[in-house]
């Protein structure tokens, strides 16, 4: 993982926010109000943001949101919304940030400052059951993706040849894949093992994973307002939750894995408990090599 320079960064303390409150200071962040912490997320994206049979929002992110908060002295409060709104949240002032699964890309380093990444993860292509028609990158000519339409790989996704059919959440990916109104959608590997694991009769299978190296990984990280003192404070809080074991615990929580960074995924393509070993195999060599050629769909 690729560490970009920290900022030194000193937690407030209760005798210091205090003071902060009184002097008027909004706990010396510059888009924080009120010594809240406001965090966008999906709540329809298991198990990483979700609502639980009790109908409470839950999920990896969001512990991840609780402990960041924490480590800063913040309060923590959810706004949900449909992915495709969520970024652009941050823009208008809705939200300091988003944590929910968020991927760095070139376009989006351009509008906002990231922290380090804090989960890597390999995706799958799926797809119906019975559909073998697509075992590789090259097979995704033609073809239809069920995504969003604000995705990172829409690009390469073009490029390759697919159309995008809109969605906003994996249910409705699965279901126009089903129903044969869409052929395939992306996914990643901690995602599919459980939703299979609740849903054993869903007609769906892994067509083949993006793997190879560390530039076929999804990387996650945390996008705020650029040029604000936030982000620098938000990495600083992850990075103490990486170096004292809580981002692992709460990944071993939610993923039954390891999946904070590259090393500690170590290669593995089926985390996610698929049983079918056939279907998590990676594209060949020389869909690999194909990747120089625009054919990656990963970050």
Do not use: C
């Not at 960041?68 to 809705?94: H, M, N, P, T, Y």
């Not at 944590?99 to 995706?123: C, G, H, M, Q």
């Amino acid at each position: 993982m690729s560490i970009r320079g920290k900022r030194v960064f000193i937690g407030l303390t209760a005798a210091a926010a205090l003071t902060a409150l009184v002097s008027g200071s909004a706990y010396a962040y510059d888009t924080v109000k009120d010594g809240v912490l406001t965090v966008g997320v999906e709540g329809t994206y298991p198990p990483i943001t979700y609502h639980d049979e009790s109908g409470e929002l839950t999920g990896f992110d969001v512990e991840v949101a609780k402990a960041i908060g924490e480590k800063l002295g913040l309060k923590v409060q959810f706004v949900e919304s449909e992915w495709d709104s969520l970024l652009a949240s941050i823009d208008s002032g809705r939200i300091d940030t988003v944590i929910n699964a968020v991927s760095v890309t070139d376009e989006r380093k351009k509008k906002y400052d990231f922290t380090d990444p804090y989960v890597s993860l390999y995706r799958h292509v799926i797809v119906k059951g019975d559909n073998d028609s697509i075992k590789s990158l090259d097979d995704l000519k033609g073809k239809k993706v069920a995504e969003n339409i604000t995705t990172e790989y829409a690009d390469q996704l073009e490029a390759l040849g697919a159309t995008i059919v809109p969605i906003d959440t994996m249910q409705q990916a699965f279901d126009l894949i089903t129903s044969g109104r869409a052929d395939f959608t992306l996914l990643e590997d901690v995602q599919f093992g459980p939703y299979m694991k609740e849903h054993p009769d869903a007609d769906l299978k892994i067509a083949f994973t993006i793997d190879g190296n560390k530039d076929d990984v999804d990387q996650f990280a945390i996008p705020t307002k650029k040029g604000t003192d936030l982000n620098a404070a938000i990495n600083d809080a992850l990075n103490t939750l990486k170096e004292d074991g809580e981002l692992g615990k709460l990944s071993e929580k939610y993923f039954d894995a390891d999946v904070i960074d590259y090393d500690s995924i170590g290669g593995k393509k089926a985390v996610s408990g698929s049983d079918t070993e056939a279907e998590t195999e990676g594209v060949s060599e020389a869909d690999r090599e194909g990747d120089d050629d625009g054919k990656n769909i990963t970050d």
